[in-house]
């Protein structure tokens, strides 16, 4: 498991994968884990100094751990505060994509875990135009662990009767500054 990079803030208690897989909706169902909590609030990611951003930092955390839903409205929340345009922004559509293709994974749903990690892997692809690195992330790291994941979609173990479970072999790495 990687180090926890905000080892105070408790992960939720499971992570969501869809209606009818025994966990109520975290936002919009009694008993959901995030009902009463506010929306997620983000400042904008500025690449160079990724660990400014806690939402970006909760994101690797969550997904790293195995709750990719919740990975996923993390860093949502700063796409949007990034208003959804910019090379930040395009980094954060492909960590959305990989968080929404871990859903897909648990949900057993390979085709749909193959079409998100390659949409992942073209935004990343598309800043290696430019830069390397982004948000403290190797893009080309990111690139190839999107692709393997598309390969190896049929192979995933779904763990549909677990609370958390990570599907994904491997980490997104650790953000570093620049």
Same mark, same amino acid.
């Given at each position: 498991m990687p180090r926890r990079l905000l080892p105070d803030r408790a992960f939720?208690?499971?992570?969501f994968i869809g209606r009818g897989h025994g966990f109520p909706h975290p936002r919009n169902e009694p008993g959901g884990h995030a009902r009463d909590l506010p929306e997620p609030e983000a400042e904008p990611l500025d690449l160079e100094a990724p660990h400014q951003c806690v939402e970006h930092l909760w994101g690797i955390d969550l997904f790293h751990h195995g709750y990719y839903w919740e990975a996923h409205e993390a860093w949502e929340s700063v796409w949007f505060a990034c208003g959804r345009r910019g090379d930040a922004a395009e980094l954060l559509r492909g960590l959305i994509l990989l968080a929404a293709a871990g859903v897909k994974a648990r949900q057993g749903r390979p085709s749909g875990v193959r079409r998100l990690a390659l949409g992942a892997r073209r935004r990343f692809e598309t800043l290696l135009a430019t830069r390397r690195r982004a948000g403290g992330l190797? !893009?080309?790291? !990111?690139?190839?662990?999107a692709s393997r994941i598309a390969e190896n979609a049929d192979s995933l173990e779904a763990f549909p009767n677990a609370k958390v479970a990570v599907v994904f072999d491997e980490i997104l790495g650790e953000p570093e500054a620049g």
């Amino acid at each position: 498991m990687p180090r926890r990079l905000l080892p105070d803030r408790a992960f939720p208690p499971y992570s969501f994968i869809g209606r009818g897989h025994g966990f109520p909706h975290p936002r919009n169902e009694p008993g959901g884990h995030a009902r009463d909590l506010p929306e997620p609030e983000a400042e904008p990611l500025d690449l160079e100094a990724p660990h400014q951003c806690v939402e970006h930092l909760w994101g690797i955390d969550l997904f790293h751990h195995g709750y990719y839903w919740e990975a996923h409205e993390a860093w949502e929340s700063v796409w949007f505060a990034c208003g959804r345009r910019g090379d930040a922004a395009e980094l954060l559509r492909g960590l959305i994509l990989l968080a929404a293709a871990g859903v897909k994974a648990r949900q057993g749903r390979p085709s749909g875990v193959r079409r998100l990690a390659l949409g992942a892997r073209r935004r990343f692809e598309t800043l290696l135009a430019t830069r390397r690195r982004a948000g403290g992330l190797d !893009l080309e790291h !990111l690139a190839r662990f999107a692709s393997r994941i598309a390969e190896n979609a049929d192979s995933l173990e779904a763990f549909p009767n677990a609370k958390v479970a990570v599907v994904f072999d491997e980490i997104l790495g650790e953000p570093e500054a620049g």
